[in-house]
Nanobody
Framework: QVQLVESGGGLVQAGGSLRLSCTASGLTFSSYAMGWFRQAPGKERVAVARITFGGTGTYYTDSVKGRFTISRDNAKNTVYLQMNSLKPEDTAVYYC?????????????WGQGTQVTVSS
């Protein structure tokens, strides 16, 4: 079965950095677009960053542009989210997700999430 396992979350002060990782198994990773989503308490889950299956196209929500970078290593079946200049409003549970084909649209598989907490 497909599994997506996130790691790298934690507690960091505002202005700090974290790198999230998500390792996939049970699918042909290089055929899947990958995305990072987040859900803050009391809010809906939203897309943060997405990357095409080949890694040549990336997309970001406006609030993280210039601060977050999504990347992938298809040889390691892993997608990353480098988060710099973190703000308290970045506090959320972060999920990675996989979608066969293009990065737009609904996602087929989800990880269990990793908590990111940014203190002011």
């Amino acid at each position: 079965q497909v599994q997506l396992v996130e790691s790298g979350g934690g507690l960091v002060q505002a202005g700090g950095s974290l790198r999230l990782s998500c390792t996939a198994s049970g699918l042909t990773f290089s055929s899947y677009a990958m995305g990072w989503f987040r859900q803050a308490p009391g809010k809906e889950r939203v897309a943060v960053a997405r990357i095409t299956f080949g890694g040549t196209g990336t997309y970001y929500t406006d609030s993280v542009k210039g601060r977050f970078t999504i990347s992938r290593d298809n040889a390691k079946n892993t997608v990353y989210l480098q988060m710099n200049s973190l703000k308290p409003e970045d506090t959320a549970v972060y999920y990675c997700a996989a979608r066969r084909g293009a990065p737009g649209g609904s996602y087929d598989y989800w990880g269990q999430g990793t908590q990111v907490t940014v203190s002011s």
